[in-house]
């Protein structure tokens, strides 16, 4: 029992610190397409184009992902505690905060409300995921695909719309 608290204490700290990392990173669009299209059989302007149309799928998809795989680890650790899921969820709504803030001081890279916001999509979808999970209530296909449905549209509309730049001096 100990050595799995502890296995999930370090896969937890692991991934946050995989987040973080990733946040110091910029990938440009130039470098993308060369990794892609030395792979992949596709021209590297035509990828440019459809990168252009489908680049938020992947970029803030993830950022909703990457937090809500840490709300899932987090309440893997505190789950035992009569409030693990509400705690694991502040803490990686923190967590989303503070990782905004610190991409304002990564040259070519900024930090925005609106990233919080994708990122609290993730959180809260995971936290919905979680709950119906212990009690065992087992979603309809049609309430998940529409689930999905609205997710993807407000991570697209956040993406495209986005506000809050946190590099901004008052």
């Known amino acids: 029992m100990r050595q799995t608290a502890i296995k999930g204490v370090v896969l937890?700290?692991?991934?946050?610190?995989?987040i973080w990392a990733s946040s110091k990173t910029v990938i440009t669009v130039d470098q993308l397409a060369n990794a892609v299209c030395s792979v992949v059989p596709i021209h590297k302007d035509t990828f440019k184009q459809v990168w252009e149309q489908v680049w938020w799928l992947f970029v803030k998809g993830w950022h909703?992902?990457?937090?809500?795989?840490l709300v899932w680890?987090?309440?893997?650790?505190?789950?035992?505690?009569?409030?693990?899921?509400?705690?694991a969820s502040g803490i990686a709504v923190g967590f989303a905060f503070l990782d905004e803030w610190h991409q304002t001081s990564v040259a070519s890279r900024g930090g925005r409300l609106s990233d919080v916001a994708i990122?609290?999509?993730?959180i809260l979808t995971a936290a919905l995921l979680i709950t119906g999970r212990?009690?065992?209530?087992?979603?309809?296909?049609?309430?998940?695909?529409?689930?999905?449905?609205?997710?993807?549209?407000?991570?697209?509309?956040?993406?495209?719309?986005?506000?809050?730049?946190?590099?901004?001096?008052l």
Do not use: M, Y
């Open 73 to 87: 680890l987090l309440s893997w650790v505190l789950g035992r505690f009569r409030w693990g899921l509400e705690f």
């Open 119 to 122: 990122d609290c999509i993730g």
């Open 134 to 169: 212990r009690k065992q209530k087992l979603l309809s296909r049609r309430s998940l695909l529409l689930g999905g449905l609205l997710i993807l549209g407000a991570i697209g509309l956040l993406s495209l719309h986005p506000f809050g730049d946190l590099s901004r001096r």
């Open 12 to 18: 937890t700290v692991l991934f946050g610190g995989l």
């Open 64 to 69: 909703a992902t990457e937090f809500g795989i």
